[in-house]
């Protein structure tokens, strides 16, 4: 057996390197290829369901019409203007950075309908907006 000593700190720093790498930046970055943007539901599995499942922090519960009344009475502006730039307990976009502008309305107007709003879906944006995003 050869000592501490005697290995080459290259060495040692091949047996000690991380499993797997990272890389921090925009998602654009990290992956391949154009991105794909989620629907409503997605969104809201990925990212809302884990305070508005249960209502967490005073966020409204999924599905309810007497939680979300209030925020109706508000208008949709209003919802959107909270859900992008949070209020109270709710972090912008649900503390989910990553998400675009059309991903967080898209999850607002998905919960909203399951509550009984009826906003219309947003539409998709063209693919030179997306593209100077």
């Not at 060495?11 to 409503?40: N, S």
């Not at 508005?52 to 919802?79: I, K, R, T, V």
Request: charged share 20%.
């Amino acid at each position: 057996g050869a000592s501490y000593n005697d290995q080459a700190h290259e060495a040692i720093a091949a047996r000690i390197q991380p499993v797997a790498g990272f890389v921090l930046g925009p998602a654009e970055i990290v992956a391949e290829g154009p991105k794909v943007l989620k629907t409503g539901k997605e969104v809201y599995d990925s990212t809302c369901a884990t305070c508005h499942s249960a209502g967490l922090a005073g966020a409204p519960l999924f599905g309810s019409a007497e939680a979300w009344s209030p925020y109706f009475q508000e208008g949709y502006d209003a919802m959107l203007k909270v859900a992008l730039n949070g209020k109270g307990a709710m972090p912008a976009r649900g503390g989910n950075a990553g998400l675009e502008d059309i991903e967080v309305e898209r999850a607002m107007v998905f919960m909203a309908n399951e509550a009984g709003a009826g906003f219309a879906e947003p539409a998709a944006p063209a693919e030179d907006e997306v593209a100077s995003e």
